[in-house]
């Protein structure tokens, strides 16, 4: 069954890639604050791996640090947020039109390994539980094969 949230073509099957401009019609995040360029391998109810290219150009960097750039932490579970918050527009298809995605709570979050300009993230989330509007999320950000940052966190899913 396929159905349509904004422009975007939503199915029961696995999605290869949701690519910028379906991340935009999908979450209300825009720059400076969207952390995330595509998602892909999402599988309905389930999981998706976003990407985000970091690049020198980011405003953060200007303040942290301007002699060594680090993507601060905080903006690293940012972007696992926002990969889920796809992943839960997809899930849900035409039940998600006028919703939001809110960040609840940050559990176990670890950072192990500084994130630079230049380094590609990738953002691996799966959804750990829901009930109701509420969805827990388990996350692990890596840079290659390297993982770089992990938390679990949830969300409520609410009208806009």
């Known amino acids: 069954m396929d159905t349509k949230v904004g422009q975007v073509q939503l199915n029961d099957n696995a999605r290869e890639t949701v690519d910028i401009l379906e991340v935009m019609e ?21 999981s998706a791996t976003g990407v985000k290219n970091v690049t020198i150009n980011e405003p953060f960097f200007l303040g942290h640090f301007p002699v ?3 993507m601060p ?6 972007a696992m947020a926002q990969t889920a918050a796809v992943l839960v ?15 609840m709570t940050i559990d176990s979050a670890r950072f192990r390994k500084p994130v630079v300009p230049g380094d590609q993230l990738k953002l691996f989330v799966s959804i ?12 692990e950000a890596k840079v290659g094969e390297t993982v770089v940052a992990e ?8 009208d806009s």
């Open 68 to 70: 060594r750039p680090v």
């Open 26 to 46: 999908m979450i209300p995040h825009r720059q400076p604050f969207l952390m995330i360029d595509r998602v892909e391998d999402i599988v309905i109810s389930e």
């Open 73 to 78: 932490g905080v903006l690293i579970i940012e």
């Open 128 to 139: 750990q539980r829901n009930r109701a509007n509420v969805w827990k999320f388990g996350g």
């Open 89 to 103: 527009v997809e899930t849900l298809g035409e039940e998600a039109l006028g919703k939001l995605v809110y960040f």
């Open 151 to 158: 938390a679990t966190y949830s969300a409520m899913i609410m």
